[in-house]
């Protein structure tokens, strides 16, 4: 099942590859940001693009910096500077263009950013990097604070990814159990739609409801799932 949520964001992602420098994805978790960004990847063309990929986003700014150095390929020097010139150095070195992608980057430290700002800006050069920031939306504000601004203008695409509507929510679940062997009809139309008002849209929490319920009915050799039986789910397991 094509996902449009997903397709249009591929396709600003797509410009991003050919035009951007600097790339933002916001979303709550569970809404598909990591799917996202594993398209992304499998799709960038091999021979144009080394894609490093950075989840420890808790580390301090130094750490960050080593880490993407070492990720490089690079034993991290000794000091800011010279990681930050190693860096440069190694970058304009690669063959491929190199992008970064930072995912959970709403936790990032807020000097690391920074970092990130310099690398992509050195004084009249322009190297082959792009930096593609991932996070939940708490990232939106962070970006807006004014020791930021040079960053958030250098921004040239922006995407956030939004629950699925009720329909899509449906049809979801129906493709979810199909590709387990499964039948859709096992779900009640009324209960198809109470997962999605539970779940507020949110394609991990309509997985987890969806879940608990299929394990609850054959706990009891139930063979139809209604809008009773995720109500119960729900109370049962108190899941948000």
Sequence with gaps: MRDPRIDDALAGLQFFEQQGSIGLILGQTGIGKSSLL?????????NRYQPIYLHLTTLNANAFLRLIV??????????????????????????KSTLLIVDEAHLIDPKALTDLRVLISPIGE??????????????????????HADLLHRI?????????????TAL???????????????????????????????????????????LNAASQDIHKINDAMVNNVMAQFQLP
Excluded at 38 to 46: A, K, M, S, T, V
Excluded at 129 to 146: A, F, M, N, T, V
């Design 38 to 46: 594993r398209l992304f990847i499998h799709d960038l063309p091999p």
């Design 70 to 95: 070492t990720r490089l390929g690079e034993k991290p020097r000794m000091g800011k500077d010279r990681m930050l010139l190693q860096l440069l150095d190694r970058i304009n070195q690669n063959e």
């Design 126 to 147: 322009k190297i082959p990097l792009k930096i593609l920031l991932c996070g939940q939306e708490d990232l939106r504000h962070i970006l807006k604070r004014s020791s």
């Design 156 to 168: 040239t695409l922006r995407l956030f990814l939004k629950p699925y509507p009720r329909e899509q």
């Design 172 to 214: 979801y679940i129906d493709n979810r159990i199909t590709m387990a062997g499964g039948s859709p009809k096992i779900f009640e139309p009324e209960a198809k739609g109470l997962i999605h008002d539970y779940a507020a849209g949110v394609p991990r929490q309509i997985n987890n409801i969806s879940t608990a319920c299929l």
